[in-house]
């Protein structure tokens, strides 16, 4: 069974720039999570997408916002980029939406502003 | 707010040596309890869990019991291998706080031969 995907694994951009991250959920899956992982802040969680609805966003800013599509993947869209945006960004999925689901990572897409 | 406080690391321990790495949390509601384990090359992956208190999460040997009185999660294993070493996170999910996941920020173990 293919875990989840992640692409790209890493990206460069310029402050001010747009990054779009995509995420392909485990088959079967309906729920996803993206959280940021910067540098000795652990995990930060950003956004949570059961069935093409939002449930739950993190303390990010608007300019953080995201989709999930019919097939369950999902796009992570950040705007105006900012130096301390450079992070890793992970993606997770769980079969079903809900606080006790087991989350299943993906190996992350490395963002770096400059 | 919810929080996770974790242990700094990194943590070195010879094989065979008990382990624990502590873990309390701060929470509104009743929250939902996790370990999730990062090895070396690979993504992250969950260890073990407990969703009341009282209950205690196994896997691999390691062990952990959510503590409501004392607000913690501390995970313990009798004898570490080389195998183990890895990065270890403490999480919580809380739906009193409108359904967020909060992680702490990881504590590196190395076990050596």
């Known amino acids: 069974e293919a875990g989840v995907t992640q692409s790209p694994t890493h990206l460069i951009k310029t402050r001010g720039q747009q990054a779009t991250l995509r995420c392909s959920p485990i088959?079967?899956?309906?729920?996803v999570y993206w959280y940021q992982q910067a540098l000795g802040l652990g995990l930060q969680f950003l956004l949570w997408?059961?069935?093409?609805?939002?449930?739950n966003r993190g303390n990010f800013p608007p300019r953080f916002s995201g989709r999930q599509f019919p097939n369950y993947s999902s796009e992570l869209n950040v705007n105006a980029l900012e130096l301390e945006d450079s992070a890793l960004y992970l993606c997770?999925?769980?079969?079903?939406?809900?606080?006790?689901?087991?989350?299943?990572f993906g190996p992350g897409t490395r963002l770096l502003v400059l | 707010g919810d929080s996770v406080t974790q242990m700094e690391g990194p943590v070195t321990l010879s094989e065979e040596a008990f382990l624990t790495i502590n873990c309390t949390y701060t929470?509104?509601?009743?929250?939902?309890l996790f370990w999730y384990v990062q090895y070396p090359g690979e993504g992250l992956q969950l260890l073990l869990k407990?969703?009341?208190?009282?209950d205690k999460g196994s896997n691999k040997g390691f062990e952990a019991t959510y503590r409501k009185e004392t607000t913690s999660f501390h995970l313990e294993k009798g004898s570490v291998q080389v195998s183990d070493s890895a990065v270890y996170f403490c999480?919580?999910?809380?739906?009193?706080?409108?359904?967020?996941?909060?992680f702490g920020t990881g504590t590196s173990l190395t076990v050596i031969p």
């Open positions: 997770a999925s769980s079969l079903e939406g809900g606080l006790r689901e087991t989350q299943y």
């Open positions: 088959s079967g899956h309906t729920s």
């Open positions: 997408y059961d069935e093409g609805e939002e449930r």
């Open positions: 929470a509104t509601g009743y929250p939902s």
């Open positions: 407990a969703t009341k208190a009282d």
């Open positions: 999480a919580l999910s809380d739906g009193a706080t409108g359904n967020q996941f909060y």
